[in-house]
């Protein structure tokens, strides 16, 4: 398996546009889960899914994201209007089903957004 | 509520060990991991010990936990060049239904 796929891998915007990234988890994985990384607040969960459905978006900033998984191998977030605050490097993970209370995700290589 | 805490950096000489230590806040974290992240990449699991161990070894890795302190840290035996990278302790709290909580990662650098 490729691993999780995320693309594009840079994208530089102007502020106010839209912006929309992907990721592709991995075949099989019945969680996804989209992480924002910045210097200055760390890795922070935005959302994740399970079966395609939301689980969980305490963590998206405001009501410009949106995330959406119309289906099991793939899964979009979207800014709209970006901000330059919302420059960061914006990661997808997934995981299966594990027995028991053990939890790995695996992370994609992530999409380093610049909002200018 | 939910914090994990680690240092912000660490700087070692090339075959000396490394330590990085992690404060957590939920005793019923059932596991606790360690997440590396190499330049330019995202995180990769690097080990995890199981709640009810006091104490893991795989290879150059040890990882210690005292969950009396709720206190966790990974030491690094003959560090390495390749070992610079940002280090994440991670725990899953049991009513988290399947969120990872992150601390806020450790850069080490490894001197030549």
């Known amino acids: 398996d490729a691993g999780v796929i995320q693309s594009p891998r840079h994208e530089v915007t102007e502020m106010g546009q839209e912006v929309t990234l992907r990721c592709k988890p991995i075949s099989g994985h019945d969680y996804l889960f989209w992480y924002r990384q910045t210097m200055m607040r760390g890795l922070e969960l935005l959302i994740y899914f399970n079966n395609n459905v939301p689980i969980d978006d305490s963590g998206m900033p405001e009501d410009r994201f949106s995330a959406k998984m119309p289906n099991a191998s793939f899964s979009t977030l979207k800014i709209q209007p970006s901000e330059p605050r919302d420059s960061a490097v914006y990661f997808c993970?997934?995981?299966?089903?594990?027995?028991?209370?053990?939890?790995?995700?695996?992370f994609g290589p992530g999409t380093r957004l610049t909002v200018l | 509520g939910e914090d994990v805490e680690q240092s912000l950096f660490l700087s070692v000489r090339e075959g000396d060990s490394s330590v990085i230590n992690c404060t957590y806040t939920?005793?019923?974290?059932?596991?606790l991991y360690w997440y590396k992240q190499e330049p330019g990449a995202g995180l990769q699991l690097l080990t995890y010990?199981?709640?009810?161990?006091d104490m893991k070894q795989d290879q150059r890795l040890t990882v210690l936990l005292n969950k009396k302190d709720k206190h966790l840290s990974l030491r690094i035996a003959d560090t390495q060049t390749g070992d610079s990278a940002i280090y994440f302790c991670?725990?899953?709290?049991?009513?988290?239904?399947?969120?990872?909580?992150f601390g806020s990662g450790t850069r080490l650098l490894v001197r030549p």
């Open positions: 939920d005793s019923s974290s059932t596991y």
């Open positions: 991670a725990e899953s709290p049991m009513d988290s239904s399947y969120k990872l909580i």
């Open positions: 993970a997934s995981s299966p089903r594990w027995a028991g209370a053990y939890n790995e995700q695996f």
């Open positions: 010990i199981f709640s009810n161990m």
